[in-house]
């Protein structure tokens, strides 16, 4: 039993180092590949055509590792953001907790987000509400943050009704990737979710439960119970079906830069499901 579980150990090592070396070679190849300089102002015209921002609620996932050709640093990106939501919109980031310990209790306040450098910057802002949520947290900055933050610890789902990312779709909201999956938006999670008991694909993808304690830094503290979810997305699979402007991508050097319209993207996600087509 021991020498097979050492076994089991050193395949795994084996494999880390695989993928660590994996991955390295090819941010390496990308680095010689792409080595044009993106500007400040590029930046800015491009993120412009991604969608009206000015007062809006904009949900904004990113990879930092992509951003090695921007000569712009991590807080001027932030900084840019802000001023295309303006004073009224409210500008929205995931902040999954780097937190793996179910017998401790999570301190949402300080503890970092796992979900990149940009998002941790971010988390730390001046008047920044962050929701409570072991798995899909998320941090909102701007009249409409406690709204989409207040409910997250009071639901079933992770990306479900009354989450924050139900909220983003109902506020109708805008969707932008910058560096990371094309289409991979993470509020089209909510299609498992409410379609969860109405379709057998969906059933599938959800079992089991985890129970966490939370505490805030203003003493307020309780318990949470959210269903696990399983399975790999493959948004590929449903690129096809959003040819008509609703989606929209560009590139500038290797970064791309992708968004979406969260109410009109997860209602034609929803019903491409109901026809059989998901990104499952």
């Known amino acids: 039993m021991v020498q097979m579980n050492l076994r089991k150990l050193a395949k795994s090592l084996i494999r880390r180092r695989q993928r660590i070396r994996l991955k390295s070679y090819i941010d390496w190849t990308k680095r010689k590949w792409y080595s044009r300089p993106i500007h400040y102002q590029e930046i800015i ?3 412009k055509k991604q969608g009206d921002w000015k007062g809006r609620v904009v949900w904004v996932q990113s990879s930092w590792d992509e951003f090695f050709n921007v000569k712009i640093r991590p807080l001027e990106m932030i900084g840019i953001m802000q001023d295309l939501v303006g004073p009224t919109g409210t500008l929205v980031m995931p902040a999954f907790p780097i937190h793996a310990d179910l017998n401790k209790t999570l301190m949402i306040d300080s503890s970092p987000s796992s979900t990149g450098l940009l998002t941790e910057l971010f988390r730390r802002f001046p008047n920044v509400h962050r929701s409570i949520h072991l798995r899909s947290s998320v941090c909102a900055l701007g009249p409409q943050a406690s709204q989409i933050v207040d409910a997250h610890h009071l639901t079933e789902y992770c990306w479900g009704p009354e989450t924050p990312y139900d909220r983003i779709r109902d506020m109708r909201g805008l969707m932008v990737s910058l560096g990371s999956t094309p289409l991979g938006f993470t509020p089209l999670h909510y299609v ?5 008991n109405e379709l057998n694909c969906f059933s599938k993808v959800f079992s089991g439960t985890t129970t966490y304690r939370w505490q805030r830094k203003n003493g307020d503290k309780g318990t949470h119970t959210f269903l696990n979810r399983h399975g790999h997305v493959r948004p590929q ?8 402007g609703l989606y929209q991508e560009a590139k500038l050097s290797n970064l791309r830069i992708s968004s979406m319209a969260a109410y009109e993207g997860i209602t034609r996600t929803i019903q491409l499901a109901r026809d059989g087509i998901t990104y499952y």
Do not use: A, G, M, N
Not at 192 to 196: D, G, M, N, Y
Not at 238 to 244: G, H, L, S, V
């Open 192 to 196: 498992e979710c409410v379609l969860h």
């Open 237 to 244: 699979r449903i690129k096809k079906y959003f040819t008509d």
């Open 45 to 47: 015209d491009v993120l």
